[in-house]
């Protein structure tokens, strides 16, 4: 063969002396396990020995599909979405597609920028983390007839299939945490109103607590500006202002429970013998802060896995119903949550899923 001329299936076909579609099955992940294990082996190794590389737009083309779909995140150095990129890379890579992975950030005009330039690429489907509660750019990627899961983060408007987190729960099973412990002036730092998980982790704890029958002026909400250290730290000042005497703190997620970590070590504040901090979300390393962050555990792989799920099953049937799919968390109790100093044993309450370590 020609080292010039790029190597075709048809080559590959007549080489082994098998149908064109044969080796077509072969080539294509997706349709392998239809072909007999002997034939897959000797195609793929005189495609190997020929460096023939498959021409997916020729073959997107003519089939109309092209083996992609876009992944788009707001924050890729976010330690929450590691986990949730492996799930999705996993799923796809069983059903022969690859994602297209773009670190879109927050701002509006440059994640539209981001949908345009994939979506011209051909992607089968989108998976969306950067949804808000009210979101032109999910209104714009329906607008483009694109098959569209939102994942970790919800919208108001049920019109797309989403996989979250039941951050109702999550917020109720801290503060019962805390209020077992014998906490009663507890403040909450919420991520942003704007976003499914900052407003629905506020919402819980404020059931959470009026459900404890805690005093009004016994526990305070305010509102970070980001899921970031930083905000979590200039959040946490205001919350002392807001609730003096608090001897508790749930925070929105880790990073803003690391905030919290700094404030109150800058302020000389002993955590927990002064105030007890617990974080949501069990990223990386939070076992290994000083003391061991008490946090939500959520299952972040199986999260980025049924959203590809969904996503996939809405590639072939475009016209189903939209789904929500909500995992269930588990309060992993550790160093950074202890009773208050000033009871001498800790206050029973009600059983909650748990996972000590």
């Not at 793929?44 to 109309?64: C, D, K, S, Y």
Request: charged share 20%; proline share 5%.
């Amino acid at each position: 063969m020609s080292e010039r001329k790029r190597v075709t299936l048809k080559d590959l076909a007549v080489e082994i002396d098998v149908h064109y579609s044969t080796v077509s099955r072969v080539m294509n992940p997706a349709t392998r396990h239809l072909v007999a294990r002997d034939v897959v082996a000797r195609v793929l190794e005189v495609a190997h020995a020929w460096g023939f590389r498959p021409n997916r737009i020729a073959a997107g083309l003519r089939t109309q599909r092209s083996g992609l779909v876009g992944v788009v995140l707001p924050d890729l150095a976010n330690p929450v979405f590691p986990p949730i990129l492996a799930g999705i890379e996993a799923m796809l890579a069983q059903h022969g597609y690859v994602p297209i992975v773009i670190n879109a950030g927050t701002d509006k005009s440059r994640q539209r920028f981001v949908i345009d330039q994939i979506v011209a690429r051909q992607v089968e489907g989108l998976l969306l983390a950067t949804a808000e509660r009210d979101d032109p750019l999910l209104d714009y990627c329906l607008a483009q007839h694109v098959p569209v899961v939102l994942v970790n983060r919800g919208e108001d408007t049920g019109r797309a299939s989403c996989v979250v987190n039941d951050n109702l729960l999550a917020m109720r099973m801290t503060v019962d945490h805390l209020v077992a412990l014998g906490h009663r002036r507890i403040g909450h730092i919420a991520g942003p109103e704007v976003l499914s998980t900052g407003h629905l982790r506020r919402e819980g704890f404020e059931h959470a607590v009026r459900r404890h029958r805690l005093r009004r002026d016994a526990w305070r909400v305010v509102e970070a500006a980001s899921y970031s250290r930083q905000a979590g730290h200039e959040a946490c000042a205001r919350l002392f202002e807001a609730l003096p005497g608090l001897t508790a703190i749930a925070a929105g997620n880790d990073l803003v429970a690391m905030g919290c970590y700094d404030y109150l070590r800058a302020t000389g504040i002993r955590c927990p013998e002064d105030v007890s901090v617990a974080g949501h979300n069990d990223m990386p390393f939070v076992d290994a802060l000083v003391p061991p962050l008490t946090t939500i555990r959520m299952a972040m792989r199986d999260m980025g896995e049924q959203a590809t799920a969904l996503l996939l099953r809405q590639i072939e049937s475009p016209h189903g119903k939209a789904v929500t799919a909500k995992l269930v968390p588990k309060l992993v109790v550790r160093g950074s949550t202890a009773q208050p100093t000033h009871l001498a044993s800790p206050r029973h309450g009600k059983t909650i899923q748990s996972v000590r370590t």
